[in-house]
């Protein structure tokens, strides 16, 4: 793979992720880190890596030919635009943005790019949103049986996320948990994935009715921390959707879904991948690949094949299959769950 010079826009929690990725993937090299907070640069620093103050310093200073944008929700779209804007390729972490409108502007701005250029487009910046869940096995196996006809119609779906959060997750770092800053809670920030899953899994939503609500953190965060929905599809099927932060200890996502010839299960967590119960009695069973040594976690796992395709085709023609537009999905279902409980921006 050709070298790729790659920049880093916020040094916090998730960046080991990418970090770890970029050290893993050959012909990658991570060449500086920008981040508005003091502690973060001082530590970015210790690398030894040129640090910057934002994203277009860094760009402007380093011409990376990409940057992974890792920043708070509410600060994901103005990096991103400053890296399209100057022809380098972002790869820029979920939700697409931390409000409808301001998604919108990627999409608007993506959509320009090749316009813009002379050669109609191939070597255009591409932008990539990390929704990594899609590259677990268990998903995939699911989408190919979904594609081959051999599971029989679609009948129906159930999803549930159900996860452990503390006080001291939100204390640490406050954009979590607010509107103005995350623009939502348990489904905009955890189970945004599960949500893409569906969707991408088995069709389009068009309307989603139900309720989210405080159930353990009030006082703690202004959003919500679970949520129940029915997500009516395009199709005429329905998911039943819920999810929680409230848990003492997490259990493993699962989303289960029922055809005229089968059962399947997909789980995932620390051990996942996707059970099929064919209704003739056969049981068939795809494992999701497990972290090798060094313990990143299953999620650091897909993280770093979907960070690996989307270099890989960097060269080709044509935008990355997880883009802005692809990431609006999950965006607009979960807005609506906010919309139609009375809450959000
Ligand atoms: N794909 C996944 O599974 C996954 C997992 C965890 C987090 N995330 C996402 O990653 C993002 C970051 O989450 P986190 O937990 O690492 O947050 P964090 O608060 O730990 O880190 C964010 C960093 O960005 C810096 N920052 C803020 N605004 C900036 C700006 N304009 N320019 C440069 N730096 C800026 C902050 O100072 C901080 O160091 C969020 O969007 C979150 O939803 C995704």
Not at 252 to 262: F, W
Not at 267 to 273: I, K, N, T
Request: net charge negative; aromatic share 6%; glycine share 12%.
């Amino acid at each position: 793979m050709a070298q790729r010079r790659i920049g880093l826009i916020g040094y916090g929690d998730v960046s080991v992720v990418h970090v770890g990725a970029i050290e893993a993937i050959d012909g990658l090299e991570l060449v500086g880190i920008a981040d508005i907070d003091p502690t973060a640069r001082e530590r970015a620093a210790a690398t030894g890596l040129p640090t910057f103050t934002s994203a277009e310093e860094l760009i402007d200073v380093l011409g990376p030919d990409a940057v992974h944008v890792t920043t708070p929700h509410d600060q994901h779209i103005g990096p991103s635009l400053a890296a399209l804007e100057r022809g380098v390729h972002v790869l820029q972490e979920k939700p697409l943005a931390h409000t409808l409108a301001e998604g919108e502007r990627l999409v608007e701005a993506l959509a320009a790019v090749p316009a813009r250029r002379a050669d109609g487009g191939a070597g255009a910046p591409k932008v990539a949103i990390c929704f990594q869940n899609r590259y677990n096995r268990g998903s995939q196996e699911l989408r190919r049986l979904l594609a081959s006809g051999e599971l029989g119609a679609v009948r129906g779906a159930y999803a549930s996320v159900v996860w452990s959060r503390t006080a001291e997750y939100y204390a640490a770092k406050p954009w979590r948990g607010r509107w103005e800053t995350a623009g939502g809670g348990l489904l905009i920030n955890q189970a945004i994935h599960t949500l893409d899953l569906v969707q991408w899994l088995l069709g389009p939503v068009e309307r989603t009715e139900g309720l989210v609500s405080q159930k353990k953190f009030a006082g703690v965060v202004e959003t919500e921390d679970t949520a129940d929905l029915v997500l009516h599809h395009a199709s005429g099927i329905t998911t039943t959707f819920y999810a929680t932060l409230t848990a003492p200890v997490a259990r493993p996502v699962e989303l289960e879904v029922e055809t005229d010839n089968a059962y399947l299960e997909v789980r995932s967590g620390s051990v996942g991948g996707l059970t099929v119960r064919w209704k003739d009695g056969r049981v068939d069973t795809f494992s999701d690949r497990v972290a090798t040594a060094g313990g990143r976690s299953y999620w650091g796992v897909s993280h770093e094949e979907l960070i690996r395709d989307f270099y890989a085709g960097l060269d080709s023609e044509g935008p990355f299959w997880i883009g802005p537009a692809e990431a609006m999905d999950s965006l607009r279902i979960l807005k609506e769950a906010y919309r139609s409980s009375g809450v959000g921006n």
